[in-house]
């Protein structure tokens, strides 16, 4: 059969596909000294897991189907789980297809309803992670048989092919000529071109739009006939397929939602999946787009989506057989596998940073020294929520071995530009992160504040899951224990913390999930530059500047340096405080029907919908 290896000059080489599976078709052109080195650099690794893990403390024959995350320095991967001596990886077959079974329904779970169905509506996971499920990007994920997470890059979605001149200033973007909007009216099926394009771009960088500062560098798009578009860039940019990818910023929308219908009501895009219905509170009913691209896929007729915001009840749905897959805590991982002896277990640390971030009023005790923020930060104990959150101990007593690296401002999981901040590179910033409540104390006294002071203390409940809670609860007691006296807001998700909190409208403190952005460079861009989710308004000119350079720098070697300084002068000043909450292995429960589930995008993306679900299946009696 017919295989596809990719554009050489950007992509390096993948495993063997079939033609019946072809994602990535379209070719890309730019300087191919530069795509060589970025692409060996991304080349990393990852491990999967084809046979039982030995455990003890009754938790043996606890199978994984995968476990790891990118290493870039070629050895192994520190804390991950290994397979077992003799034990191989399954091989991707040559058409891993060949034995699907069509049709079925897949039923998942959302912690709670969207604020929005719009994408461009709201900042919230929940909308993002439907999002996928409905709408095209220009580019996605290249998430397929036998490709590791490690090799994730770039490919395209709906566009068909990416040129870039010799400069790196202007990128031509050439459509698919079959892309298909769904056949509901006032769209009805009609293919997408460039008028689509314009008017989500602008959707995108509007006004109303608080994402729009991560595509600030491009100068200008223009539009000189139905198939192409045409970025200006202000300047080169390392990353601009990885952002075009970014399941938080460019969804394509048809033009007719520009009066033609309310995209906050109802949803038509060009995506795997079509809406059927949507009842608040109780969930979502998607059927398979019939005339998507992709031809023979989606493999599943519908996917049901049941909202349910208790993680116990969800457990019990999952275990009971009326949902196929489930967000596992690490503690329940022992009893699931002894009550579903074949459940199919997968762990993974993703791409999620957890931070406290203060509010920016110049007058907060924080604002005024930052020796407040570096006692925060050492007033908690890193290792023992790592603990708390993901199990740890009783996993490694148990014979697993995961991950206890801790999240830097660049998360854990996205290795590749990721500073331990417990490591000699590190440099003296690195005791800051380390626990040592006398000598916060010390720096509370120094800065001003002998007896401490009161402020209120805020997150969000039963949208992140039980174990985000249990640490989001615990970091009082630490805070309490250096004289910081809390008032605690535990906040509604949709109407209070995701809406105004997390865009820095609230005073004390708050702790939160950062967005898990698929390329580092958004990190510092968000934390560090004038734009609405600059959760804590920072203004410093130095951090400022290292994120503008790390965009254009298209040096690898160079680039992660600057990650690297951007990481040591954040910690200097600790203008946000990484937690560990998100930098443990998470764990995902399928059913033993539920197959094809080696196919996984970036950790933590929201773009499953599009990325990973149309080619699941399900063998079910």
């Given at each position: ?124 996971f929940l909308t993002k992670g439907y999002a996928a499920y ?323 203390y805020q997150y969000t409940a039963n949208r992140y899951g ?41 005073t004390g403190i708050a702790f939160g999930y950062e967005t ?106």
């Amino acid at each position: 059969m017919g295989t596809y290896r990719g554009d050489r000059r950007i992509l390096s080489a993948a495993p063997d596909v079939p033609s019946t599976y072809q994602p990535f078709a379209g070719g890309f052109s730019m300087s191919a000294s530069y795509w060589d080195r970025y692409w060996k650099e991304r080349r990393t690794r990852r491990r999967f897991l084809g046979g039982a893990t030995a455990l003890t403390a009754g938790a043996a024959g606890l199978a994984l189907v995968g476990c790891g995350d990118d290493d870039d320095d070629g050895g192994g991967l520190s804390g991950l789980a290994t397979p077992t001596p003799g034990a191989q990886a399954t091989p991707t077959p040559a058409d891993p297809f060949a034995n699907a079974k069509r049709g079925g329904t897949y039923r998942i779970t959302f912690t709670g309803d969207p604020p929005s169905i719009d994408p461009y509506g709201n900042l919230s996971f929940l909308t993002k992670g439907y999002a996928a499920y409905i709408y095209s990007r220009l580019f996605k994920y290249n998430a397929g048989p036998g490709v590791r997470q490690a090799d994730l890059r770039p490919v395209p979605d709906i566009a068909q092919s990416a040129e870039a001149s010799p400069d790196g200033l202007t990128w031509t973007v050439k459509l698919k000529p079959n892309v298909k909007f769904h056949n509901v009216a006032p769209v009805n099926g009609r293919t997408v071109d460039t008028d689509d394009v314009k008017y989500s771009w602008g959707r995108a960088t509007a006004e109303t739009n608080t994402n729009r500062s991560q595509l600030a560098f491009v100068d200008s798009v223009q539009y000189p006939d139905k198939q192409t578009v045409v970025f200006k860039l202000k300047e080169p940019n390392a990353a601009f397929l990885d952002v075009l990818a970014d399941a938080n910023l460019l969804w394509i929308m048809p033009k007719e939602a520009e009066g033609g219908f309310d995209p906050s009501k109802t949803s038509i895009g060009s995506g795997p999946w079509m809406l059927e219905s949507y009842t608040p509170s109780v969930g979502f009913k998607l059927k398979k787009n019939p005339e998507w691209y992709m031809s023979g896929f989606p493999l599943m007729d519908r996917v049901e989506i049941s909202i349910i915001p208790e993680y116990a009840n969800r457990l019990a749905q999952f275990q009971a057989g009326n949902t196929d897959v489930e967000g596992l805590n690490a503690e329940d991982l022992v009893n699931v596998k002894s009550a579903l002896p074949n459940v199919q277990l997968y762990g993974e640390v993703s791409q999620l940073l957890s931070f406290f971030f203060m509010d920016p009023n110049p007058d907060s005790p924080w604002n005024k020294d930052p020796r407040v923020r570096l006692a925060i930060s050492m007033a908690t104990d890193r290792a023992a929520l790592l603990d708390l959150a993901y199990n740890v101990k009783k996993l490694k007593a148990a014979g697993l071995a995961v991950s206890e690296r801790w999240n830097n401002l660049i998360p854990a999981g996205l290795v590749r530009f990721w500073l331990d901040p417990l490591s000699p590179e590190q440099g003296e910033t690195s005791k800051y992160f380390k626990y040592d409540p006398a000598e916060a104390k010390k720096l509370l006294a120094a800065a001003g504040y002998p007896d401490g002071f009161s402020t209120v203390y805020q997150y969000t409940a039963n949208r992140y899951g039980s174990a985000f809670n249990a640490v989001a609860e615990a970091n009082i007691q630490y805070l309490n224990a250096i004289g910081i006296k809390t008032t605690t807001d535990v906040q509604d998700y949709s109407s209070k913390y995701i809406t105004q909190t997390f865009t820095g409208n609230f005073t004390g403190i708050a702790f939160g999930y950062e967005t898990p952005f698929p390329e580092a460079g958004s990190y510092p861009i968000r934390f560090f530059t004038d734009n609405p989710i600059n959760h804590s308004k920072v203004k410093d000119p130095e951090l400022e500047d290292l994120a503008k350079k790390q965009q254009r720098e298209l040096d690898p070697a160079k680039r992660k340096e600057l990650f690297f300084e951007i990481q040591r002068k954040n910690a200097a000043k600790m203008w946000y405080i990484p937690q560990n909450q998100g930098a443990g292995t998470g764990w995902t429960g399928y059913r033993e029907w539920v197959k094809n589930i080696d196919i996984q995008t970036v950790p933590g993306a929201y773009s499953a919908g599009t990325e990973e679900v149309p080619f699941i299946w399900l063998d079910k009696a």
